[in-house]
């Protein structure tokens, strides 16, 4: 079978991405407009945080980025036959493993919450809310985890489409828990945020959790038995390329893990900023999710199995063909996300979550939040594009040296930002250790000659588009002053999109495969 071409396999992915995050909006309209961004969102999103931090580092990140390479080795050397033993022996470690740390997290959750969360011991009741939240949240890791490594087996088969799928039935089940909010607790959404214990108000969502991992499970797991790539279930044996893997996993995983605590940083030093502050930085990086996760992750997951197969064949040009085109894709997207973000991230925020118990206060804090996120949203995807090319290249350990050192560097700017902008510096922070990441592997990209020579005349173009953006978006702001909410964020949006892809369209600045495929 033909490998699908990157553009092809781009487009797919981005657009159930796309309608995932479309999802994921109006799940987070519902907690705004049900929870607010008080004391119940905040243990609510302190035990949702728990299963997916866990999550990207065993099956959603650091496995499928040991695995997949793995798995095509193996399969283009010894056959089907050994590489779905190696899938077998995988799948079967992550579930007894990640059981056996449910059941120790079960016992251990208040000192787990508390670790996480510090500031939640100054109020009793987060606590105990974010403690029995969490003992409902937490199996959700198992499945999801699970779900995820079969995800990476079909992205190894070129089967990208129920992967995609899976935060789409996610993002429905919390909305059925949102929705449910009220009923739940036999009272209107304004008494519930008044008066009901915190941890039974957002119980439906947790429970909702629960019934996604259910439903993803079934459905990933029918779309591997009817493709035929289900693999059985093997005690580990341990034999070399299984050795191989659990290896590259190990360095993988200690990146994963350093990624991880730039996210523990900021959660501890938000819940020590007072009430709020947890909940206004959540829903700015969903915002900023919305360009990462469809773009980015879909670049990411398009990219793995593909520079995957190049490298195998060592020929270093295709690699470079491959990362060229994919820049060219990120920019075209990231580049005008960036700018439109921090000049309207507020009016962003108004418009889509400023409803029932989310407050223009709230809006406000949030808004100036994404927009410090937003600087530095290019180099996030930067590195969504390069860090497949060295786990391809079976080079995790300069992953991971890169990981180490942007969490140092973000610790040591949250501390040192903190005190001055709040959580806006934490923001800030995240946003700097970012682009030093992004700096740190194009550099070395660029002396393992990953990446040639880089397509200068249309970023130029590109850049050209988003400057007649923003002045399209300072132009609207001017005429319009006095409008706010979903309206003034409907014009900023469309007008500025309209400015831009007129623009793109009039200078030739649309990625030509991005068209053709």
Not at 55 to 74: C, D, I, K, Q, W
Not at 346 to 371: C, E, H, K, N, W
Not at 381 to 387: A, G, T
Request: aromatic share 8%; net charge positive; glycine share 10%.
């Amino acid at each position: 079978m033909k490998p699908m071409s990157l553009a092809a396999a781009f487009r797919r992915i981005s657009g159930l991405t796309g309608l995932s995050r479309i999802l994921g909006f109006l799940r987070d309209i519902a907690f705004a407009a049900f929870l607010g961004a008080g004391p119940a969102a905040d243990a609510f999103l302190v035990a949702l945080k728990l299963p997916n931090m866990f999550r990207r580092l065993t099956a959603e990140g650091a496995l499928a980025n040991a695995f997949v390479p793995s798995f095509a080795e193996v399969r283009d050397a010894d056959g089907s036959g050994p590489a779905m033993r190696l899938a077998g022996e995988v799948q079967t470690t992550l579930l007894l493993v990640l059981t056996g740390l449910v059941v120790t997290g079960e016992i251990m959750m208040p000192s787990v919450i508390a670790l996480l969360a510090p500031g939640f011991v100054e109020t009793p009741d987060r606590l105990d809310a974010a403690v029995r939240l969490a003992r409902v949240t937490f199996p959700y890791l198992p499945m999801i985890s699970l779900v995820a490594f079969w995800a990476a087996l079909a992205n190894a088969h070129d089967r990208f489409s129920a992967a995609a799928l899976m935060p789409v039935i996610f993002n429905i089940c919390l909305i059925a828990g949102a929705v449910l909010i009220p009923v739940y607790g036999s009272a209107s959404a304004e008494q519930l945020v008044a008066g009901a214990p915190m941890g039974e108000r957002a119980m439906p969502l947790a429970l909702g959790l629960l019934v996604a991992g259910v439903l993803q499970l079934v459905f990933m797991g029918a779309v591997l038995i009817r493709a035929g790539i289900m693999p059985a279930w093997y005690l580990p044996q341990l034999a070399p390329a299984a050795r191989r893997m659990w290896r590259r996993f190990v360095t993988a995983s200690a990146g994963a893990v350093a990624m991880q605590i730039n996210l523990i940083v900021d959660l501890v030093l938000a819940s020590l900023i007072g009430v709020g502050a947890i909940s206004w930085l959540y829903y700015a990086d969903r915002i900023v999710q919305l360009p990462l996760g469809v773009i980015g992750i879909a670049l990411g997951t398009a990219l793995l199995p593909r520079l995957s197969a190049q490298f195998r064949a060592d020929d270093l040009a295709p690699v470079r063909q491959t990362l060229a085109d994919a820049m060219t894709f990120a920019s075209f997207f990231v580049l005008p996300a960036s700018v439109a973000l921090v000049m309207i991230g507020p009016d962003i925020i108004t418009g889509l979550f400023r409803y029932g118990a989310f407050s223009m206060a709230d809006a406000q804090a949030s808004g100036v939040a994404l927009a410090a996120y937003a600087i530095g949203l290019p180099g996030h995807f930067l590195v969504k594009i390069l860090q497949p090319a060295f786990y391809a290249d079976h080079r995790p350990g300069l992953v991971l040296g890169v990981s180490v050192a942007m969490v140092a560097t973000n610790i040591i700017l949250s501390l040192s930002l903190m005190p001055h902008f709040g959580h806006v510096g934490l923001a800030l922070a995240t946003s700097i250790s970012g682009l030093l990441a992004a700096v740190a592997l194009m550099a070395a990209a660029l002396r393992a000659g990953y990446v040639g020579a880089l397509p200068g005349a249309i970023l130029v173009r590109i850049l050209a588009c988003c400057g007649m953006m923003a002045a399209a978006l300072a132009g609207i702001d001017l005429v319009m002053p006095m409008v706010s909410g979903v309206l003034r964020m409907a014009v900023l949006v469309g007008g500025g999109g309209a400015a831009f892809l007129i623009t793109a369209f009039v200078l030739r600045a649309v990625p030509r495969q991005l068209i053709r495929g």
